[in-house]
């Protein structure tokens, strides 16, 4: 659920017949709970008479518990707590990308916002102020022509028609290989790249190898043999998702820094990050 919030990786929510969206709901980064159990209240501020419905029991005292988005998501769920959106077309629960331009979001007051943030720069860009929010480790891009002080509290809001939702990017880099188990070697992309876990495969065989975006780095081009170009660059909140075009193929890759589209990049994967399986479509 949190991630829905601050519209990064997200799950198209149904609200339950005859429980209403609680439109004021906001998050809060983290609970202390004196009591034997948790209840809604404790997760979310603003939602009225629903406070006191219990949704876990509480850890042990001087215990902390780090909630997994997909319980706070049913729980959320369950009692109304989401984003109104009007784009269609998804499956109920289904993992989407979510789209918000910074022009579409609406900088309000922090009292009684659904997320609340710190306004860590503001910039002039002749037309329009250029704020970025940070809410609680995630940033959001806001263009707005009221002014802004730096360090201000201010709350977020977003027209549910300013919501987009679109079919998610794919999570891992999955590439038909061939294995060079001697060599501790497998090739992909017309390269070879140094593999471990390669004893259960035969010189030459076909093999499914799986990199996730996280362990794909970037690196200046002439430091490396695999370069591609930059084809996208999207902020994500907390990181940059880039897509770098290699050999016909697309990598994804997380970034801290924006990349220009067609800026020349190289790509390095440590060897311990190549999952190996057999390719069973061969």
């Known amino acids: 659920m ?3 919030l601050l519209a990064l990786t997200a799950t198209v929510l149904t609200v339950l017949a005859g429980a209403p969206a609680l439109a004021d709901a906001l998050l809060r980064p983290s ?12 997760l979310f501020d603003n939602i009225g008479d629903k406070a006191d419905v219990p949704v876990a029991r509480a850890p042990a005292p001087g215990k ?3 909630v997994d988005s997909d319980w706070l998501t049913r729980v959320a769920r369950m009692n109304g707590v989401v ?11 289904t993992e989407v990308d979510v789209v918000v331009r910074p022009e579409d979001i609406d900088i309000v007051p922090a ?10 720069s503001v910039v002039f860009m002749g037309v329009h102020y250029e704020v970025d929010v940070d809410c609680g480790g995630y940033e959001w891009i806001i263009q707005t022509t009221d002014f802004v002080e730096r360090g201000q509290v201010v709350g977020i809001s977003i027209p549910p028609d300013a919501i987009h939702i679109m079919k998610k990017t794919k999570q891992t880099n999955l590439f038909d290989a061939v294995a060079y188990p001697d060599d501790e070697e497998v090739e992909f992309c017309g390269h070879r790249f140094s593999c471990k876990g390669l004893e259960a495969f035969e010189t030459k065989d076909d093999v499914l190898v799986a990199i996730a975006p996280v362990d794909v780095q970037l690196v200046p081009p002439e430091d490396t043999e695999l370069t591609g170009v930059v084809k996208a ?10 897509t770098v075009t290699c050999d016909e193929e697309d990598w994804i890759a997380y970034s801290v820094d924006y990349m220009e589209a067609g800026e020349e990049i190289g790509l390095s994967v440590p060897a311990d990050k190549i999952a190996v399986s057999a390719n069973e479509a061969n």
């Open 233 to 242: 660059c999207m902020f994500l909140g907390t990181h940059y998702e880039v």
């Open 2 to 4: 949190k991630q829905f």
């Open 31 to 42: 609970v202390s709970v004196d009591g034997e159990l948790v209840r809604l209240g404790d």
């Open 64 to 66: 902390r518990v780090v």
């Open 111 to 120: 009292e009684g916002a659904r997320v609340v943030g710190k306004a860590v």
């Open 83 to 93: 984003y109104d959106c009007v784009d269609k077309g998804f499956g109920k629960n």
